[in-house]
């Protein structure tokens, strides 16, 4: 899996834009974790932070398909590469707005909701926690994001317990999504652009950023934060 | 306090039916907690149930804690008949299949926060009202029940009218605020129906009921932490 296939990474003006290449699902695997953490890594001295992705998907989930045979401490490392990858976007020195260009599910969907703000394409795709349909426990801090980030019972409910899928006017209207953009991928990616720049015109200090959205959302946070890149490395902790 | 007179069981397709019996208040003291609880269990232990409706017969759901009984000895009773509450609530959090409410009269106090633990709430329209009478009545909300309230009435405007104003809040009234699902016109009968229905629907996903009740726990986290160590799956404590 070459890495450079699987997202590109562009600045327009003071905005990073990060990109999950290809017409696929999107598929969070190691591999293309890894090169969205990389690419989230990259975006130092940027003033906002969009996360799009081309074609029908924006992300369909975990790789199952790579999971059921993969031994199982690689599994591991895919559940870790996502927790660390929330905790990158949560302690992230800049506002970050999620471009769902095309559908959002489970992990997918996860990923979505741990940006500071998320636009989304009217016409297609929908947002899908498929965990309750496909026979999947909810990882912990799966909960916390939507616990934070979707405090409204009743919607929490329905996405979770019903397995609703909820396209962009729905999730508007409850309040899960910021706002709904008419058109085709390029404009949804332009208006999370658009919506990015006007963020990093405020001129935030980005460290005071990051700890105020840590403090905004202090649970999910202490359940991510050892995963992240600026956490203690391994071989830190101490060892009986 | 015959148990067989407190509640009935019935199942209707692959919803299992549990129904407070008589035209009284149905007020909970431990025999009909008790008798609730086996019925819950029944539900649980029967083959192909798929969904879990709660409804009674009259003019109440259930108008809160058998007073009555417990001003025999104050202080333990209330606590005894709170930790047999707190037992039910942690036995329908844990419930391997999707929980419905028809509050087919008045819930009150206690019997407004049984109505709220389960995951769909349908209510008459034309009678009766959701009335947490605490306050009126000069009872304390302990730390589950308030988590309970928490956690299902997160808007902070419609907790406070509820709990802390005694507000008697209508059907009508409960959909718009988004704590009821639906007001079901009619009588008792036509929100049993209503509610059957819909507890078929959702039996109907096919759900795995272990993963259901896992992610139920998942999405109310903090309440569960609460309850958890009364319910019938709780280890048994050990003594010192």
Not at chain 2, 167 to 187: F, N, P, Q
Request: with cysteine; proline share 4%.
């Amino acid at each position: 899996m070459a890495t450079q296939n699987l997202c590109t990474v562009e600045r327009r003006g003071r905005v990073h834009l990060i990109t999950l290449t290809g017409a696929g699902e999107h598929r969070l695997n190691p591999a293309l974790l890894s090169a969205i953490r990389s690419a989230v890594a990259a975006s130092a001295g940027a003033g906002a932070l969009v996360l799009a992705a081309e074609g029908k998907y924006f992300s369909n989930g975990f790789d199952q398909a790579w999971a059921s045979t993969a031994p199982r401490h690689l599994q591991a490392t895919m559940g870790g590469e996502f927790r660390g990858l929330v905790a990158d976007l949560l302690a992230l020195p800049m506002p970050t707005v999620a471009a769902v260009t095309g559908h959002a599910a489970a992990a997918g969907c996860g990923l979505v909701l741990a940006h500071d703000a998320v636009i989304m394409r009217g016409s297609r795709g929908f947002l899908y926690m498929s965990e309750v349909d496909a026979g999947l426990k909810l990882v912990d801090f799966f909960a916390e994001v939507f616990r934070e980030k979707v405090p409204d019972a009743v919607n929490r409910r329905d996405l979770l317990l019903r397995g609703d899928r909820m396209a962009a006017p729905e999730a508007v209207r409850r309040g899960i999504v910021d706002k709904a953009v008419d058109g085709g991928v390029e404009d949804v990616v332009n208006a999370a652009v658009a919506e990015a720049e006007k963020l990093a015109a405020r001129g935030w200090d980005g460290e005071v950023v990051a700890e105020i959205r840590k403090a905004a959302w202090p649970n999910l946070w202490s359940k991510v934060k050892d995963y992240g890149a600026d956490a203690p490395a391994a071989a830190a902790r101490p060892r009986l | 306090m015959a148990t067989g007179d407190l509640c009935t069981v019935e199942r209707r397709g692959r919803v299992h039916l549990i129904t407070l019996t008589g035209a009284g208040e149905h007020r909970l003291n431990p025999a009909l907690i008790s008798a609730i609880r086996s019925a819950v269990a029944a539900a649980r232990a029967s083959p192909g149930a798929g969904a879990l409706v709660m409804a009674a017969e009259g003019k109440f759901f259930c108008n809160g804690y058998d007073l009555a009984w417990a001003r025999g000895d104050p202080s333990g009773r209330i606590a005894a008949v709170r930790a047999a509450l707190r037992g039910l609530v942690a036995d329908l959090l844990a419930l391997p299949m999707p929980t419905v409410a028809a509050v087919t009269g008045h819930a009150a106090a206690a019997g407004c926060g049984l109505a709220l633990a389960h995951d769909t709430v349908v209510m008459r329209a034309s009678r009766g009202f959701l009335y947490m009478g605490e306050v009126d009545a000069g009872i304390k909300i302990i730390d589950y029940f308030g988590e309970l309230l928490r956690q299902k009435v997160p808007d902070a405007a419609t907790r406070r009218d509820l709990v802390m104003k005694g507000e008697k809040m209508t059907a009508a009234e409960a959909v718009r605020r988004g704590i009821v699902d639906l007001a079901v016109d009619g009588g008792v009968d036509d929100v049993v129906a209503a509610a059957v229905t819909i507890a078929e629907g959702l039996a109907a996903r096919g759900w795995d009921g272990e993963i259901v009740a896992e992610i139920r726990k998942a999405a109310w986290p903090e309440l569960w932490s609460k309850v958890k160590d009364y319910g019938c799956d709780a280890p048994s404590r050990p003594r010192l």
